[in-house]
T-cell receptor, first 122, second 112 residues
Framework: GAVVSQHPSRVICKSGTSVKIECRSL??????MFWYRQFPKKSLMLMAT?????????EQGVEKDKFLINHASLTLSTLTVTSAHPEDSSFYIC??????????????????FGEGSRLTVL | AQKITQTQPGMFVQEKEAVTLDCTYD???????LFWYKQPSSGEMIFLIY??????QNATEGRYSLNFQKARKSANLVISASQLGDSAMYFC?????????FGAGTTVTVRA
């Protein structure tokens, strides 16, 4: 079963509204979560790295005020797309690595991915 | 800076045949990890196989094997005995402090 869960899987919103996407680690404590954005048929682009209890680290070119990331607990990180516009329509996916139980990091160094959230801004 | 290159945007393969997906990388870090992920049309990322830079042997996981040529900086994925369910997009990725950098991906279509 899934160890990282994302919600909602699909969301359609009007231009100008804000949308929150949740990423939860189900049975392990995720000290670090990563948020990616993927355009159709394209690669995943890392947006930001989220560490529990501290400010997220954004990749170059990603607007911090546009994409608000909160990692308030060891099992939950949220991505809020503020004042969404049609160009923000995309597939957003999170991944997590483990903390004390380290479920997100096996001997292979594997990260666990959420199911992804498809955002459509009208 | 890291760079992952997948030069094959799309491939067709006949069912039961093997297919090789190319991946080259560039890094100055002697310690790194290479991954292959499968992304079906539903969108989820499915981990397939991992190769560490210090691993002596090529990684294998069932029908997946990784042809790791360190000197050439290539990490090609071989899928043997292709199945219709293998149709998906495949991404090569490199790990740097648990952040992953992804290649552009290769779409594989398996024909019956």
């Amino acid at each position: 079963g899934a160890v990282v869960s994302q919600h909602p899987s699909r969301v359609i919103c009007k231009s100008g509204t804000s949308v929150k996407i949740e990423c939860r680690s189900l049975d392990f404590q995720a000290t670090t979560m990563f948020w990616y954005r993927q355009f159709p048929k394209k690669s995943l682009m890392l947006m930001a790295t989220s560490n529990e209890g501290s400010k997220a680290t954004y990749e170059q070119g990603v607007e911090k005020d546009k994409f608000l990331i909160n990692h308030a607990s060891l099992t939950l990180s949220t991505l809020t797309v503020t004042s969404a516009h049609p160009e923000d329509s995309s597939f957003y996916i999170c991944s997590a690595r483990g903390g004390t139980r380290d479920r997100g990091l096996s001997y292979t160094g594997e990260l666990f991915f959420g199911e992804g959230s498809r955002l459509t801004v009208l | 800076a890291q760079k992952i290159t997948q030069t094959q945007p799309g491939m067709f393969v006949q069912e039961k045949e093997a297919v090789t997906l190319d991946c080259t990388y560039d890094t100055s870090d002697p310690s790194y990890g290479l991954f292959w992920y499968k992304q079906p049309s539903s969108g989820e990322m499915i981990f397939l196989i991992y190769q560490g830079s210090y691993d002596q042997q090529n990684a294998t996981e069932g029908r997946y094997s990784l042809n790791f040529q360190k000197a050439r900086k290539s990490a090609n994925l071989v899928i043997s005995a292709s199945q219709l369910g293998d149709s998906a997009m495949y991404f090569c990725a490199m790990r740097d402090d648990y952040k992953l950098s992804f290649g552009a991906g290769t779409t594989v279509t398996v024909r019956a």
